[in-house]
């Protein structure tokens, strides 16, 4: 069984840092990508920021220069790192695996349950 836990969410200032990591475990087989996605109040999920397996990285234009997407293949773990935040950042953060638990099925979408965080002064 494939597991996506996110933490790291909570209270940040406006202007401050937050760093958010996502861990994927259980039965993996590869992993082609991992991505954080994030939803407020009343709003459509938007895709924040997606890192893939070869590195490559993409950003919401909301977020660019702000926010950074890193990995760690030997942990199957990828972080945001969240600087400068302000107030419309706040909202539930999901991580995301794109992956296989065995060559015998193709690639798909593993969600975890999601972390809030709060900016606010």
């Known amino acids: 069984q494939v597991q996506v836990v996110e933490s790291g969410g909570g209270l940040v200032q406006p202007g401050g840092s937050l760093r958010l990591p996502c861990a994927v475990s259980?039965?993996?087989?590869?992993?082609?990508?991992m991505a954080w996605s994030r939803q407020a109040p009343g709003k459509q999920r938007e895709l924040v920021a997606s890192?893939?397996?070869?590195?490559?990285?993409k950003y919401a234009d909301t977020v660019k220069g702000r926010f950074t997407i890193s990995g760690d293949d030997t942990k199957k773990t990828v972080y945001l790192q969240m600087n400068n935040p302000k107030p419309e950042d706040a909202a539930v953060y999901y991580c995301?695996?794109?992956?296989?638990?065995?060559?015998?099925?193709?690639?798909?979408?593993?969600w975890g349950q999601g972390t809030q965080v709060t900016v606010s002064s």
């Open positions: 259980g039965r993996i087989s590869s992993i082609y990508g």
């Open positions: 890192i893939k397996s070869s590195g490559s990285t």
């Open positions: 995301h695996a794109e992956l296989r638990y065995c060559d015998c099925v193709i690639p798909d979408d593993y």
